[in-house]
């Protein structure tokens, strides 16, 4: 799942749902596992598929209309519980970025540990992505992380948008907290080498 991220393009996904929730992105019965491979087959389950485990024809991951490694949102995406196997699915599933108007702080962190890029815009903004997609499937959007603008390509309108510095660098680089922690080590050694811990 560690990807470099820059500049990406891409056509979407549209969820017009508003408050979606962990439980909605992976049900509670599939939190037993500790590994996170395949929980993308697993993503929005009982959307995606009936009792039977038969496809949904009509929910949006079923559709061949809709592609790409981008997903757009309603207002309040990831709220409810902060299982972290939420971002696993989403990143297993293939999305790298998920566009909303608004996300769950917990839910938010755990998509950027995860590698996939939470874009937060304007309601407007996002209705105007909702109102492409639907008019053109094959509407991209680009999304560059450097200058952190997201742009409408049917449009040309774009908006920026807001990331912790930190997890931008790691992002940017292919780095967890803890490759970046090793990338420093030789720095976190020299500050403890001229800053001697008081005697007790």
Not at 13 to 29: C, G, M, S
Not at 108 to 118: A, D, R, T
Not at 130 to 139: E, L, M
């Amino acid at each position: 799942m560690k990807q470099k991220f820059n500049i990406i393009t891409s056509t979407c996904v549209p969820l017009p749902l508003e408050n979606v929730d962990t439980d909605q992105i992976i049900p509670a019965r599939f939190l037993k596992a500790t590994d996170k491979e395949g929980f993308g087959d697993n993503l929005f389950r009982d959307w995606r598929y009936d009792k039977e485990g038969r496809p949904v024809k009509d929910f949006v991951l079923n559709d061949p209309t809709y592609g790409g490694c981008i997903l757009v949102a309603g207002k309040n995406f990831g709220s409810g519980s902060s299982r972290e196997h939420a971002a696993w699915a989403i990143a297993g599933y293939g999305f790298r970025v998920v566009i909303s108007s608004f996300f769950a702080d917990i839910h938010k962190n755990n998509e950027l540990n995860n590698f996939v890029l939470p874009v937060v815009v304007s309601e407007s903004f996002l209705a105007e992505l909702f109102d492409s997609i639907h008019a053109d499937p094959k509407t991209e959007v680009e999304v560059d992380l450097p200058r952190q603008t997201v742009t409408n390509k049917a449009t040309g309108h774009s908006e920026t948008f807001e990331i912790n510095g930190y997890k931008k660098h790691c992002l940017m680089n292919g780095l967890d907290d803890i490759d970046f922690l090793v990338q420093n080590k030789d720095k976190t050694e020299e500050w403890e080498k001229t800053h001697p811990q008081p005697s007790l």
